[in-house]
């Protein structure tokens, strides 16, 4: 039996080939042995059938881990979604009676309805990576929805107020904070001078003091952190910019003059204040195989291109040195066979237009002599010039023309 199920497993059409003859002696064999081999191939049979069934699809969005939220975050998410609800069936299931009367009557009876409350319980929470989350919520409300559901529709408490602050009292008002929604201290009109926010506000967490917005500090977020200046200020208002990229310690205003200090990477100048050091001038501050590159307040050390061995910037054109296998070609590194190859190229193309003007000089001067004639001078006074000039330039012609004298050849 072991043998069989090795078979089903590494050798699916072995197997078959041996089912079909164990298939053939069943037909002969009496009702008793024809059980235990039923039983048999029901077990050699097994394997494949469960290497056959495809895994249950997942929802990703199950899997992925998605951010905590607090309880109030999670009851403001549900009712968000109750919301949407209302909205998506506001407009009823029963349109289109055959009395104006009659569909009014049955809209107003939707209106509130258990129907019209289950429509909008299926379609919570469907949306976002928080649905888990949104969905425990929305069992634990279960029992405070039905109660505001059961209110007259048109004197109904605002839902989140309902069910977030007064039932299950997992949310504050606005401005309050902590397990007995306490007022934050200060004026609620322009808590922490308008440069923060009251920690756990709106939440049954937190401690009333000021969480400040960057670039403010203090108390009451009335002061500016180290790193920022105070750069307005009036009655109602102050604004914090931050210092100049060069600063450290502070500063007086927002240029490079107004530093307390220098940070790493530049240098004080009495006249310009902080100037950045270029790090660059020093040619060893780099590997051979690599050129420096300034930026402000410090550097990187940058690959040279392949075709370099050493260099003073990015690209062919920038080596001080050509690697091995590579040649200056002008301003550029050029490989050495990519050089050849290309000259080849340009060789064989020269020398492909040169016979096609040849062809079309002799299918023309069967027709007309003397046209055929001036063709065929232009064309070899085409051919003599390209190859005089590819000679004088170094590449390789038909013949040698460097020692011709060109004008005394036509002159004659």
């Known amino acids: 039996m072991c043998s069989c199920l090795l078979c089903a497993l590494y050798s699916p059409v072995l197997c078959f080939e041996n089912t079909l003859g164990s298939i053939k002696d069943w037909v002969n064999m009496g009702s008793r042995t024809k059980n235990v081999l039923n039983m048999l191939f029901a077990l050699m049979i097994l394997p494949l059938a469960y ?45 289109g009676g ?11 009876s939707y209106k509130r309805s ?14 976002g990576k928080n649905s888990i989350q949104c969905h425990h919520m929305a ?8 109660t505001w559901w059961a209110q007259d529709p048109d004197e109904s408490a605002d839902l989140y107020n309902f069910i977030c602050i007064e039932k299950m009292q997992v949310c504050c008002p606005k401005h ?31 401690n009333g003091t000021c969480l400040c917005d960057i670039g403010y500090t203090g108390d009451n977020c009335d002061q500016c952190m180290t790193g920022y200046y105070l750069s307005y200020k009036d009655d109602t208002k102050m604004l914090c910019s931050p210092c100049h990229v060069s600063c450290m310690g502070g500063c007086r205003a927002g240029s490079q003059k107004d530093c307390v200090a220098c940070k790493p990477g530049f240098t004080f100048d009495s006249d310009e204040g902080c100037l950045d050091i270029n790090e660059c001038d020093d040619v060893n501050k780099c590997s051979k195989d690599q050129f420096c590159l300034n930026s402000i307040g410090s ?8 075709s370099c061995d050493t260099c003073h910037g990015d690209g062919p054109d920038m080596c001080r040195k050509c690697a091995k296998g590579y040649s200056k070609k002008g301003e ?9 190859d290309q000259s080849e190229k340009l060789t064989t193309t020269r020398y492909m237009t040169y016979v096609g003007l040849l062809i079309a000089t002799g299918i023309l001067l069967p027709r007309s002599t003397s046209l055929g004639s001036i063709v065929g001078a232009m064309v070899l006074s085409y051919i003599l ?13 038909l013949v040698d023309l460097r020692h011709f004298d060109l004008a005394r050849m036509f002159h004659t």
């Not at 258990?114 to 949306?127: A, F, N, S, T, V």
């Open 139 to 146: 069992e634990k409300a279960e029992e405070f929805i039905e």
């Open 51 to 95: 290497c056959s069934v495809q895994p249950p699809v997942v929802n990703p969005d199950i899997l992925t881990q998605s951010k905590n939220l607090g309880e109030c975050q999670a009851c403001k998410l549900f009712v968000d979604s109750f919301k949407k609800g209302l909205e998506r069936t506001a407009r009823g299931k029963y349109e």
């Open 299 to 306: 550097f990187t050390c940058m690959s040279c291109d392949k």
């Open 98 to 108: 055959d009395a104006a009367w009659e569909e009014e009557k049955l809209k107003l």
């Open 114 to 127: 258990e129907m019209r409350l289950i429509d909008i319980q299926e379609g919570l929470c469907k949306e």
């Open 332 to 340: 550029f590194c050029i490989a050495d066979r990519e050089d050849e």
């Open 385 to 397: 010039g390209a190859e005089y000039y590819c000679m004088i330039n170094g590449h390789t012609g």
């Open 176 to 206: 309050h904070f902590g397990k007995d929604c306490t007022p934050c201290p200060g004026d609620h009109d322009k808590l922490c001078s308008g440069n923060g926010k009251c920690r756990g506000d709106g939440t049954r967490k937190g």
